[in-house]
């Protein structure tokens, strides 16, 4: 006999009452005191909502959707910020985990959540296929997304279904700058999204999907679909919940961004998603004050990330230490995010480490946010000691005849003359790179010709995209983060990595003067360093005397008087006395 279960289909509801009775029917059922249900959801009013472990700030424009009487919610799940209109239908199953058979998702269970859907679209006529780790795609174009969440002995699992796609008003709700946008760069985001109707050439009746929708979960599921209501318990705990979800408190609770000047930042995008670490620093008494782990990814058991937030507060600031911290969560079981482990967290915090390093150079923390680097830390980079500076072309003017080139004649009329102009004064190999595979031309030919590093300019998504070829060509190297709207926000990467970028951004002059300041200071000091290092080997070799075809005191009394006349922080006088010092060495 198969099991039954409820059908719960009420009509559409606001953001909070939607974000509220999902809690609700999950704790309830966690409890034991429900069945196992199906649930459509539908929204009035339109609705944003963000990921349990995103931040509006980070993710939604506020002000758009406030004046277009848009909602804006947190999801009791994880997952990425979307936006949910009356078009819109999802589902839920809200189930006791043993119907699974599994305490914690993992992949095999994702692509059974999303086999009833699949069946449900090809009943329509749509070939749609599961596409890992919880999306649904026709033709390689999203249709439909999974996410979850758990209380104590029940699972609450959700889904979209796109029915008809408003591109345009998602654009302008979630983070990119629409106002830029052209027609043709909201096609391609075509390219990667689908509706039903755009598959269909109509717009399918809200019944009709549902039907689908329900004989697929009875053949998937073997289970028999009953309408119900919400019980008394269920309503009583909806009623006294509501307040909570329609609070700031809620809506608002992920805020990472503090002071700027007191925040570092790092984050990593793998095949499973983007993590971001917010750390909040006391950087006299080298402790985290506070940390935000955010992204679309999820987690169980709900409240683990939190906990493990918590247990980092007031920590040394050692990035083994830290992660050891991390590691352990794992390792206990305290934590799980399907298809990620410790290191998904442990890299990205690790980089906010490294940019809170920096600033014991005397560049501003808020600016070391703007740093990023491959193959070494800063420290590293600096004392390979950089010989080549990369500049994007992006950054030159729009009708300049060389945009597209790997040239500058340096006029004066745009930023990147100014850092040509930076780095042929240093007689390092100053380049504008054109496009994806140019940049990974000239690290090739770099690396060959032994340049030790390079400095370079572009924006964080292209490095946070990028990070693992940088890494895969081994040439250590530091990224300065680029001024004004780019090609990401833009939605115009394809048209950068091909060289076709056509709008213009800024360098981040300030910042690269400082770090060609702190660059000049490291190089000083390891020639400083490298010379009382000669200095000390020839006293040794004088005293043995052994030094062979040269005059030991000429060759040590030139090196050590260039290198310690200028060593920054070193007064003329004492340079000179040190000259003197050296000399007396060498005579040795």
Same mark, same amino acid.
């Given at each position: 006999?198969?099991?039954?279960?409820?059908?719960?289909?009420?009509?559409?509801?606001?953001?909070?009452?939607?974000?509220?009775?999902?809690?609700?029917?999950?704790?309830?059922?966690? +409890?034991?005191?429900?069945?196992?249900?199906?649930?459509?959801?539908? %929204?009035?009013?339109?609705?944003?909502?963000?990921?349990?472990?995103?931040?509006?700030?980070?993710?939604?424009?506020?002000?758009?959707? *406030?004046?277009?009487? &848009?909602?804006?919610?947190?999801?009791?799940?994880? #997952?990425?910020?979307?936006?949910?209109?009356?078009?819109?239908?999802?589902?839920?199953?809200?189930?006791?985990? +043993?119907?699974?058979?599994?305490?914690?998702?993992?992949?095999?269970?994702?692509?059974?959540?999303?086999?009833?859907?699949?069946?449900?679209?090809? #009943?329509?006529?749509?070939?749609?296929?599961?596409?890992? *780790?919880?999306?649904?795609?026709?033709?390689?174009?999203? &249709?439909?997304?999974?996410?979850?969440?758990?209380?104590?002995?029940? %699972?609450?699992?959700?889904?979209?279904?796109?029915?008809?796609?408003?591109?345009?008003?998602?654009?302008?709700?979630?983070?990119?700058?629409?106002?830029?946008?052209?027609?043709?760069?909201?096609? +391609? &985001?075509?390219?990667?999204?689908?509706?039903?109707?755009? /598959?269909?050439?109509?717009?399918?009746?809200?019944?009709?999907?549902?039907?689908?929708?329900?004989?697929?979960? /009875?053949?998937?599921?073997? !289970?028999?679909?009953?309408?119900?209501?919400?019980?008394?318990?269920? =309503?009583?705990?909806?009623?006294?919940?509501?307040?909570?979800? @329609?609070?700031?408190?809620? !809506?608002?609770?992920?805020?990472?961004?503090? =002071?700027?000047?007191?925040?570092?930042?790092?984050?990593?995008?793998?095949?499973?998603?983007?993590? *971001?670490?917010?750390?909040?620093?006391?950087?006299?008494?080298?402790?985290?004050?506070?940390?935000?782990?955010?992204?679309?990814?999820?987690? %169980?058991?709900? *409240?683990?990330?939190?906990?493990?937030?918590?247990?980092?507060?007031?920590?040394?600031?050692?990035?083994?230490?830290?992660?050891? !911290?991390?590691?352990?969560?794992?390792?206990?079981?305290?934590?799980?995010?399907?298809?990620?482990?410790?290191?998904?967290?442990?890299?990205?915090?690790?980089?906010?480490?490294?940019?809170?390093?920096?600033?014991?150079?005397?560049?501003?923390?808020?600016?070391?946010?703007?740093?990023?680097?491959?193959?070494?830390?800063?420290? =590293?980079?600096?004392?390979?000691?950089?010989?080549?500076?990369?500049?994007?072309?992006?950054?030159?003017?729009?009708?300049?005849?060389?945009?597209?080139?790997?040239?500058?004649?340096?006029?004066? =009329?745009?930023?990147?003359?100014?850092?040509?102009?930076?780095?042929?004064?240093?007689?390092?190999?100053?380049?504008?790179?054109? +496009?994806?595979?140019?940049?990974? @031309?000239?690290?090739?030919?770099?690396?060959? $010709?032994?340049?030790?590093? %390079?400095?370079?300019?572009?924006?964080?998504?292209?490095?946070?995209?990028?990070?693992?070829?940088?890494?895969?060509?081994?040439?250590?190297? &530091?990224?300065?983060?680029?001024?004004?709207?780019?090609?990401?926000?833009?939605? $115009?990467?394809?048209?950068?990595?091909?060289?076709?970028?056509?709008?213009?951004?800024?360098?981040?002059?300030?910042?690269?003067?400082?770090?060609?300041?702190?660059?000049?200071?490291?190089?000083?000091?390891?020639?400083?360093?490298?010379?009382?290092?000669?200095?000390? @080997?020839? !006293?040794?070799?004088?005293?043995?005397?052994?030094?062979?075809?040269?005059?030991?005191?000429?060759?040590? #009394?030139?090196?050590?008087?260039?290198?310690?006349?200028?060593?920054?922080?070193?007064?003329? #006088?004492?340079?000179?006395?040190?000259?003197?010092?050296?000399?007396?060495?060498?005579?040795?």
């Amino acid at each position: 006999m198969k099991a039954q279960w409820r059908l719960l289909d009420l009509p559409p509801m606001t953001a909070a009452e939607n974000m509220a009775l999902d809690e609700v029917l999950v704790e309830v059922r966690g +409890s034991g005191h429900s069945t196992d249900t199906l649930r459509f959801l539908q %929204f009035r009013p339109a609705t944003v909502l963000v990921g349990f472990h995103q931040s509006l700030q980070e993710e939604v424009r506020l002000s758009y959707c *406030r004046e277009h009487g &848009i909602d804006v919610n947190r999801r009791i799940t994880g #997952g990425g910020g979307l936006l949910f209109d009356e078009n819109q239908l999802g589902w839920e199953i809200i189930c006791a985990k +043993s119907f699974f058979g599994v305490g914690i998702p993992n992949a095999n269970l994702f692509r059974r959540l999303c086999e009833p859907t699949i069946t449900a679209l090809r #009943g329509m006529g749509i070939d749609a296929s599961f596409r890992p *780790r919880n999306d649904i795609e026709v033709a390689g174009r999203k &249709i439909s997304g999974t996410g979850g969440t758990d209380c104590e002995s029940a %699972f609450l699992f959700q889904g979209t279904l796109l029915v008809d796609f408003d591109i345009e008003t998602m654009l302008k709700c979630l983070r990119v700058p629409v106002e830029k946008l052209k027609a043709k760069e909201i096609d +391609s &985001i075509k390219k990667r999204v689908t509706c039903l109707a755009w /598959e269909l050439g109509r717009v399918p009746e809200t019944r009709e999907v549902k039907r689908n929708l329900v004989e697929a979960f /009875e053949q998937h599921m073997g !289970i028999t679909l009953r309408p119900g209501g919400l019980t008394a318990e269920e =309503e009583d705990l909806l009623a006294e919940k509501l307040p909570h979800f @329609q609070s700031q408190e809620w !809506i608002d609770m992920v805020r990472p961004t503090y =002071e700027k000047t007191e925040v570092v930042q790092g984050a990593r995008k793998s095949p499973f998603g983007l993590v *971001r670490v917010t750390m909040q620093l006391n950087m006299p008494r080298k402790t985290l004050k506070n940390i935000y782990i955010t992204g679309d990814f999820l987690s %169980f058991p709900s *409240r683990a990330l939190f906990d493990l937030e918590a247990a980092l507060r007031g920590q040394p600031l050692d990035g083994d230490h830290l992660c050891g !911290i991390i590691k352990d969560f794992f390792k206990d079981g305290r934590i799980v995010i399907p298809d990620m482990g410790a290191e998904d967290i442990c890299i990205p915090l690790r980089m906010a480490l490294e940019k809170a390093a920096i600033a014991r150079h005397g560049i501003p923390l808020e600016h070391c946010n703007r740093i990023f680097t491959t193959n070494g830390s800063f420290d =590293e980079v600096l004392a390979a000691g950089p010989q080549a500076l990369l500049l994007p072309y992006c950054a030159k003017l729009k009708d300049c005849d060389l945009r597209f080139t790997r040239s500058c004649r340096a006029c004066g =009329e745009c930023v990147v003359g100014d850092a040509w102009t930076l780095g042929h004064e240093r007689k390092w190999s100053t380049v504008c790179i054109t +496009s994806f595979e140019h940049l990974m @031309q000239e690290l090739e030919k770099m690396k060959g $010709q032994g340049v030790p590093a %390079f400095i370079g300019c572009c924006c964080q998504p292209f490095y946070i995209k990028h990070v693992e070829d940088f890494a895969r060509l081994g040439l250590p190297g &530091i990224l300065i983060d680029i001024e004004n709207t780019t090609c990401y926000d833009l939605d $115009q990467s394809e048209a950068a990595h091909r060289g076709e970028f056509s709008s213009q951004t800024m360098l981040n002059m300030a910042l690269l003067h400082d770090i060609l300041r702190v660059a000049g200071q490291a190089k000083l000091s390891g020639q400083a360093e490298r010379a009382d290092g000669a200095g000390q @080997q020839a !006293i040794t070799n004088g005293a043995s005397g052994v030094v062979p075809g040269v005059t030991p005191g000429v060759t040590l #009394g030139v090196t050590l008087g260039v290198a310690l006349g200028v060593a920054p922080g070193v007064t003329p #006088g004492a340079a000179a006395g040190a000259k003197k010092a050296g000399g007396t060495h060498a005579a040795l």
